[in-house]
């Protein structure tokens, strides 16, 4: 996010969400194209209502650079679907959302502890949630971390790994060492130039 604050870097990410997103006043960027599948004309027209839907509840039509440049800054994007619990049947009611330093999914694996445990273990089987802390996951205190169900969080991630750790990386993780570097030759020129500044003022008074 530090680096998206660069001033050339962030005229490029400005680039590419205009080349990724295309839209204006008069239409959506997104449309579903039901044209291969075989089903009843009747059957895609539900799913084009049910995919207007959600687009309206995501307001896509206005928020799509916003949500695209999200995605592209944090690699990861997350929703929290929201659904009357006394009618689940209605569908989602809205959708929130979530920032991706604050929750992370967790794959919990039950081992055996016993030989008779062991034999009849399915090494298939793990339990999948989300925890969240509104404080950041790096905060230790573990009372305010929230436990979600798997199937309320809609989430997509860059699909860039760590080669060290099981993490999502950022597409803009590619250039923190150039950025770097530029800004290390940006502060030598001011030095250096400052330092010729100073040499010139001092021969000049010396020939004075």
């Known amino acids: 996010r530090e680096l998206g604050m660069d001033t050339e870097l962030e005229s490029a990410i400005e680039d590419i969400l205009h080349e990724a997103i295309v839209s204006d006043q008069n239409d959506s960027p997104v449309h579903v194209n039901l044209d291969n599948l075989e089903v009843s004309e009747s059957v895609k027209e539900m799913i084009r209502t049910e995919f207007d839907y959600i687009k309206n509840l995501f307001g896509f039509d206005s ?3 916003e949500m695209f440049r999200r995605w592209y800054i944090d690699g990861r994007l997350y929703y929290h679907k929201v659904i009357n619990l006394d009618a689940p049947q209605e569908g989602i009611k809205e959708v929130r959302y979530i920032d991706p330093s604050k929750i992370k999914k967790v794959r919990q694996i039950n081992k055996p502890k016993t030989a008779d445990e062991f034999m009849k273990y399915d090494f298939g089987s793990s339990e999948e949630y989300f925890i969240y802390n509104p404080k ?3 905060n230790t205190y573990a009372n305010s971390v929230i436990k979600i169900a ?3 969080i809609t989430y997509i ?3 860039i790994l760590h080669m060290n750790r099981n993490i999502e ?3 803009l993780h590619k250039v ?3 950025i770097n570097q530029i800004r290390l030759l ?3 020129v001011v030095f250096y130039r400052m330092t010729c500044v100073s040499e010139t ?3 000049t008074l010396y020939k004075d």
Do not use: F, M, V
């Open 63 to 65: 928020k799509a650079h």
């Open 136 to 138: 950041g996951l790096n």
């Open 150 to 152: 798997k199937d309320a």
């Open 157 to 159: 991630t860059s699909g």
């Open 169 to 171: 990386l950022s597409y």
């Open 176 to 178: 923190i060492i150039t």
């Open 186 to 188: 940006e502060d030598t």
């Open 201 to 203: 003022q001092r021969l």
